[in-house]
């Protein structure tokens, strides 16, 4: 009877564990798919090459990452295996300087911001089904972390 309760409360937290991930996948996704768009639309209501600039600019990345996947080999190694405190690090820090180009920085003439938002949507969605789940959640972690400090000590980037 023992084991059968310990079983439950174990199928009970890996469920817990499963919806929380899903909802900060979904946060992550809202938080820099939305970002990207808001630069985009708001390039467009500046003038139609301005929101073409940006748009592209939102391109680029998913277009070199096309382009490499398709043309370059990558070997043997595992793909995946960079460690996950660096892999975590270097989102939190890819989306706080995101955020902080966008208040700092924003200058329609050079979209940085877009390239930076769209590299990040890019490297977390092309390697989603080529890593390692915990791999994957690493980078989410880091999204909202990153965005979560960037509203700590600036404020929410509306």
Same mark, same amino acid.
């Given at each position: ?16 564990? #499963?919806?929380?991930? &899903? %909802?900060?996948?979904?946060? =992550? ?7 990207? @768009?808001?630069? /985009? +639309? ?24 096309? #382009?490499?996947?398709? &043309? %370059?080999?990558?070997?043997? =190694? ?7 405190? @660096?892999?975590? /690090? +270097? ?68």
């Amino acid at each position: 009877m023992q084991k059968r309760h310990s079983e439950d409360n174990k199928k009970i937290s890996k469920l817990s564990r #499963s919806i929380f991930n &899903f %909802v900060l996948i979904a946060f =992550a996704a809202a938080i820099t798919i939305g970002s990207l @768009s808001y630069l /985009i +639309i708001q390039s467009f209501s500046l003038g139609i090459g301005m929101g073409l600039r940006s748009l592209l600019a939102a391109l680029l990345p998913v277009i070199i990452t096309a #382009s490499l996947s398709s &043309f %370059v080999k990558t070997g043997n =190694a595992r793909q995946g295996e960079f460690p996950l405190v @660096s892999t975590y /690090i +270097i989102f939190t820090f890819l989306t706080a300087i995101a955020f902080l180009m966008l208040k700092f920085f924003e200058n329609p003439l050079i979209p940085l911001s877009e390239i930076l938002f769209s590299s990040i949507i890019v490297s977390v969605w092309l390697v989603y089904e080529r890593v390692r789940f915990k791999a994957f959640l690493s980078r989410i972690y880091g999204i909202v972390s990153g965005f979560l400090v960037y509203v700590i000590f600036f404020e929410l980037p509306i």
